[in-house]
């Protein structure tokens, strides 16, 4: 049994500490709007924060996690990074097929709590795992720069 502290809530997790933290999240927690995208941590998809900082779920063993909190996109809007990040994200209509986006959002949300106003090498550093298929790019820059402003 591992106990996570998942947006500001304590749960209890009986499975392996070998298992990846997005499958404690979808499969055993129901929270499911962390993706799976690749599963070898390259595309940004499954990204939640530990700590503020954003990390892979996809390749993160539960085990590993500790007392660490976890932030998911469930609960990235009570920050305030988060909040401006997801109200710049609907007004910009940025999301295509949206599959993406959660992971796209944690990345943004990240940034934008360490860098609240970052530049376009900035948010290039910021995004550079995130991969869109649809190529929101130009729209995810956009509304991190509106984010940045509210």
Same mark, same amino acid.
């Given at each position: 049994?591992?106990?996570?502290?998942?947006?500001?809530?304590?749960?209890?997790?009986?499975?392996?500490?070998? !298992?990846?933290?997005?499958? $404690?999240?979808?499969? &055993?927690?129901?929270?499911?709007?962390?993706?799976?995208?690749? *599963?070898?941590?390259?595309?940004? $998809?499954?990204? &939640?924060?530990?700590? *503020?900082?954003?990390?892979?779920?996809?390749?993160?063993?539960?085990?590993?996690?500790? %007392?660490?909190?976890?932030? !998911?996109?469930?609960? &990235?809007?009570? !920050?305030? $990074?988060?909040?401006?990040?997801?109200? +710049?994200?609907? %007004?910009?209509?940025?999301?295509?097929?949206?599959?993406?986006?959660?992971?796209?959002?944690?990345?943004? +949300?990240?940034?934008?709590?360490? !860098?609240?106003?970052?530049?376009?090498?900035?948010? %290039?550093?910021?995004? +550079?795992?995130?991969?869109?298929?649809?190529?929101?790019? &130009?729209?995810?820059?956009?509304?991190?720069?509106?984010?940045?402003?509210?």
């Amino acid at each position: 049994m591992v106990t996570l502290k998942i947006n500001g809530q304590s749960h209890d997790v009986d499975t392996s500490p070998d !298992t990846p933290l997005l499958w $404690a999240l979808r499969d &055993v927690l129901g929270m499911t709007g962390t993706k799976f995208g690749c *599963g070898i941590a390259q595309c940004g $998809a499954c990204t &939640v924060h530990i700590d *503020g900082e954003p990390v892979r779920s996809c390749q993160l063993p539960i085990g590993t996690v500790g %007392d660490r909190a976890i932030t !998911t996109i469930e609960g &990235v809007g009570a !920050t305030a $990074a988060g909040a401006k990040i997801q109200k +710049a994200w609907l %007004d910009l209509e940025v999301i295509q097929c949206g599959y993406c986006q959660s992971g796209q959002i944690m990345s943004a +949300a990240a940034l934008l709590a360490h !860098t609240p106003n970052p530049n376009d090498d900035d948010i %290039d550093a910021a995004m +550079a795992g995130n991969i869109c298929r649809c190529g929101t790019y &130009v729209r995810i820059r956009a509304a991190i720069k509106k984010a940045a402003t509210a």
